[in-house]
């Protein structure tokens, strides 16, 4: 049996934590509470109980296109950014580990550099090329842009990962008859598999948030994320209604934190047992 | 199939993997690559199989040349250290994946799967994944998965390191077996001399990329090129002297501080009036005596079946193998024979032996 000074010492460290995240819950719960009621002091409900900050899921607020549109655009980004910095990725990150080229090393370098320099200072520039080759405006170009900004990251994740492999595996492989190709898609990726499943909940999330690209490239309402259009509920009108903008949040919220809620166990069993003989 | 190396050499940059080999292995051959690491031995294997491109020289398989050809095309099974089975495929889709891959069709998939798991004893395991297997049984899928496209050629890099003793020992007889059941040449990289000993026909002794010899178990034992060589095969290792071989009295002898032992005249002549030179005699040659030199016993490892000896005769150190019976300590004085019909003598500056090359 435990002492009492021992469960006083156990508990110690969640009473450590549960003061250090007490502000984001307390943030959390507000957003709760006050897309449910018409005002708040602080975190106590003072209007009444009310449904209609989330009316906005039936028909659309004034002047503003449906919700649905919008969590299209942000679906459609969020998912091209899964799909294309995986595949991207892991095609890149395969040739910078096994292959052998000229301007192998720049290249790992530059990826590196690349991935430590800030997105912001490259708006204007980025305006123009949309412009250029008529993709301002479009989700299309807001995909692009915002999976080349998440490449190098990718890429030097993806590599990092291919160098985990042993090569005794492809060359198995090759002697088994696996052209390149094959050896990457066949024996390869599947032994990635934390690694890919990382990364593109990595980039979704990216996608699903995102919200200084898409606001910058995008000027039709019906073209916003969900982040945008939460912008824009705060910023247009003298009067912000908070309750509406709580609401809003939460509802971009809630397809993230069940998604992590049902994947914890997967996400903690990713790893396929290894083998006995070496790496 | 036969294979022949001419002049092979792998170069990275300034770093020399494999320096001109040569060498030619007949159809049905055991043949094992022995050395120390980074000696070239895996470097020259993986250029047979086509892994590697070689910087310079040729490879044939029954007199065509394959330099060309890409590993597939090469019709070889190999066997690597960590075994290499996909982790991601059961048992069986790994055993038939060569054959999937040379579209053949399931039915003849699954029953050459199954031959060749009856063959290894696996043919339980077929679907299980390689992380549910123990390593002997992950060892046996392996060697399937490269007899099952009936290959040419069969590598092997270095198989057992990983198992453990024991079955180390049932895995090398089982392999020898195999190997000449069923006819395959085969090339079999090592480090372990006394693997390479009981299972090949002939052993390529390398050390720095480059061939010290080449020639069947015995001559390497008993008639061994280089010093290297000498040191290297055999266990417990050979004894190396530093004598002079002085002829007097018709009769050869060599000598140094405390040692002086009558050596037969073919062996001795070829030692003779070169100053200092190696004397090589391995530790089952030097033996216990009534009269004999005489020798301090300076460590006594017990090894079982005999006891290792270390005797300090003048500057010199001597191993040989006594009866445990005979209780030897240290500090004991002992008088010991040596067998000089088996003496080896060496160059001390080429390392190359005086009595066996030419």
Redesign the interface.
């Known amino acids: 049996m435990y002492t009492w000074e021992q469960r006083i010492r156990a508990t110690i460290p969640y009473v450590i934590m549960g003061i250090i995240t007490l502000p984001i819950i307390v943030g959390y719960v507000w957003i709760l509470i006050s897309s449910f009621f018409f005002t708040t002091e602080g975190l106590v409900p003072k209007g009444r109980f009310t449904l209609e900050y989330w009316r906005f899921l039936v028909e659309p607020i004034a002047q503003r296109p449906s919700i649905w549109i919008i969590t299209l655009n942000t679906l459609i980004l969020a998912l091209g950014m899964a799909v294309f910095v995986v595949l991207i990725s892991a095609m890149a990150g395969y040739a910078l580990s096994r292959l052998n080229f000229p301007g192998r090393k720049a290249f790992l370098s530059l990826t590196l550099i690349l991935h430590a320099f800030p997105s912001v200072t490259l708006l204007i520039a980025i305006f123009y090329v949309l412009r250029a080759i008529k993709l301002y405006d479009t989700i299309t170009g807001v995909v692009l842009v915002q999976v080349s900004l998440m490449l190098p990251l990718g890429v030097w994740l993806m590599k990092g990962f291919f160098d985990n492999v ?1 090569w ?2 492809e ?9 390149r190709l ?1 050896t990457w898609w066949e ?1 390869l990726l ?2 990635i598999r934390p690694g890919i499943a990382a990364l593109s909940i990595f980039s979704f999330i990216t996608g699903w948030s995102s919200f200084l690209i898409p606001y910058t490239f995008t000027t039709t309402d019906t073209k916003a994320t969900i982040a945008v259009y939460l912008n824009s509920l705060i910023g247009d009108s003298t009067f912000v209604t908070y309750g509406q903008v709580a609401a809003v949040g939460l509802f971009q919220l809630i397809p993230v934190m069940l998604f992590f809620i049902f994947s914890q166990e997967y996400l903690l069993n990713i790893y ?8 | 199939m036969r294979v022949q190396l001419e002049n092979l050499t792998k170069r990275w940059g300034p770093v020399v993997g494999a320096d001109n080999i040569n060498l030619e292995i007949g159809d049905a051959e055991f043949v094992a690559f022995l050395g120390p690491s980074g000696c070239g031995k895996t470097t020259t294997l ?1 250029m047979i ?3 590697y491109k070689p910087t310079a020289g040729l490879i044939k398989f029954d007199g065509k040349v394959v330099n060309h050809l ?3 095309d090469r019709n ?3 066997v ?9 495929m059961t048992v069986f889709e790994n055993l038939t ?2 054959l999937k ?2 579209k053949v069709p399931m039915e003849e998939r699954r029953k050459r799967a199954q031959r060749v798991a009856d063959m290894m004893g696996i043919g339980h395991l077929m679907d299980r ?7 002997g049984q ?2 046996r899928v392996a060697l399937g ?1 490269a007899l099952i496209k009936e290959p040419q050629l069969l590598l092997f890099d270095e198989p057992l390191s ?1 198992l453990d003793a024991r079955l180390r020992l049932t895995m090398r007889s089982e392999i020898k077996r195999l190997q000449m059941d069923l006819g395959i040449t085969s090339i079999y990289v090592t480090h372990d001399q006394v693997e390479a000993m009981t299972m090949a026909d002939r052993i390529a002794v390398m050390r720095d990329g480059k061939l010290q010899a080449y020639c069947p178990p015995d001559e390497l034992y008993d008639q061994p090129r280089t010093l290297f060589v000498a040191s290297f095969v055999g266990n417990p290792p050979m004894n190396f002297l530093e004598v002079e071989v002085v002829r007097e009295n018709g009769e050869y002898h060599a000598r140094c501080e405390g040692f002086d032992v009558i050596v037969p005249p073919e062996r001795g002549e070829k030692a003779a009036g070169r100053g200092k030179v190696i004397l090589g005699i391995r530790p089952e040659d030097v033996s216990l005596a009534e009269e004999g030199i005489a020798g301090e016993v300076y460590v006594v490892e017990p090894l079982g079946r005999d006891d290792l000896v270390d005797v300090r005769i003048g500057e010199s150190k001597v191993h040989f193998l006594a009866d445990p019976a005979l209780r030897l300590k240290i500090g004991d004085t002992v008088r010991l024979r040596f067998n000089t019909h088996k003496v080896q003598f060496f160059d001390p500056q080429t390392e190359k032996s005086l009595l066996w090359t030419d």
């Open positions: 042993s005794d595996m060359r198995a492989a090759l002697i088994d008859g696996c052209g094959r024996i599947p032994n396929t047992g290894g083998t006995k003989g070496g790496v | 993986l199989a086509g892994i890409a590993p597939k070889i099974g190999m690597f250290q960590s075994y290499a089975l996909y982790p991601h994946f060569p891959l040379k994944k390689p992380a549910q297997l123990s390593g992950q060892q998965r990983n």
